[in-house]
């Protein structure tokens, strides 16, 4: 089992990266999957999507051949996405632009998002709304809200709220479990065959 971690603030100092190697430290900690795989936007974007991709562009697939390899070998997928001013980064939107060759197509994901005050919810929203549809993403019913982030998750226990930190911790681990077991439920889904048909490569 292969779970990679996209972490979606495109800042040089991102809490969000901070929560995504916690969660790349507790799935290997906890047993839940043999390999962990981190791609982050934090100095790191990808240059805007645009027609060329489709044409096989050479500039195109050096960059993106790398990291298709390491979408297409993973079984499932946890999106870590900060909110700002009530949506999704706009780097991150633009990841999702990218994979429509099946590399992340009948996968399961997580959503964490992250909030520095008590917001959160605005881009759990918008990731299940509108980031899925041709590239078939399969978000689960869990997901997890990090509030107040700069005081959870830190590695100094003395910078993390002591009510709090437990919670999302236990949080963290109870739905990457969960995560696991439907990596390990649609990959039937995926080996049955069904899944991909040239004529119908775009969702409705």
């Given at each position: 089992?292969?779970?990679?971690?996209?972490?979606?603030?495109?800042?040089?100092?991102?809490?969000?990266l901070?929560?995504?190697?916690?969660?790349?430290?507790?799935?290997?900690?906890?047993?839940?999957?043999?390999e962990?795989w981190?791609?982050?936007?934090?100095?790191?974007?990808?240059?805007?999507?645009?027609?060329?991709?489709?044409?096989?562009?050479?500039?195109?697939?050096?960059?993106?051949?790398?990291?298709?390899?390491?979408?297409?070998?993973?079984?499932?997928?946890?999106?870590?996405?900060?909110?700002?001013?009530?949506?999704?980064?706009?780097?991150?939107?633009?990841?999702?632009?990218?994979?429509?060759?099946?590399?992340?197509?009948?996968k399961?994901?997580?959503?964490?998002?992250?909030?520095?005050?008590?917001?959160?919810?605005?881009?759990?929203a918008?990731?299940r709304?509108?980031?899925?549809?041709?590239?078939?993403?399969?978000y689960?019913?869990?997901q997890?809200?990090?509030?107040n982030v700069?005081?959870?998750?830190?590695?100094?226990?003395?910078?993390?709220d002591?009510?709090?930190?437990p919670?999302?911790?236990?949080?963290?681990?109870?739905?990457?479990?969960?995560?696991?077991?439907?990596?390990?439920?649609?990959k039937q889904?995926r080996?049955?065959g069904?899944?991909?048909?040239?004529?119908?490569?775009?969702?409705?």
């Amino acid at each position: 089992m292969k779970i990679s971690i996209i972490s979606g603030s495109h800042r040089k100092q991102a809490q969000t990266l901070k929560v995504a190697k916690h969660i790349k430290k507790t799935l290997l900690e906890q047993n839940i999957c043999e390999e962990s795989w981190l791609f982050s936007l934090s100095e790191n974007p990808l240059p805007l999507w645009d027609e060329s991709i489709w044409s096989g562009d050479a500039e195109w697939q050096e960059r993106l051949t790398p990291v298709s390899e390491q979408l297409t070998s993973s079984d499932a997928f946890v999106v870590v996405s900060p909110e700002w001013h009530g949506q999704v980064p706009a780097g991150l939107k633009n990841f999702f632009l990218m994979w429509g060759k099946g590399e992340l197509a009948h996968k399961p994901a997580l959503i964490v998002t992250v909030s520095s005050g008590v917001g959160g919810s605005y881009p759990v929203a918008e990731l299940r709304m509108s980031s899925y549809k041709n590239n078939r993403i399969c978000y689960i019913p869990e997901q997890i809200i990090v509030r107040n982030v700069e005081s959870v998750l830190n590695d100094n226990p003395a910078d993390n709220d002591p009510e709090a930190d437990p919670y999302f911790r236990s949080r963290i681990i109870f739905s990457l479990k969960i995560l696991r077991e439907y990596g390990v439920a649609l990959k039937q889904v995926r080996e049955s065959g069904l899944t991909y048909a040239d004529e119908f490569k775009n969702g409705m």
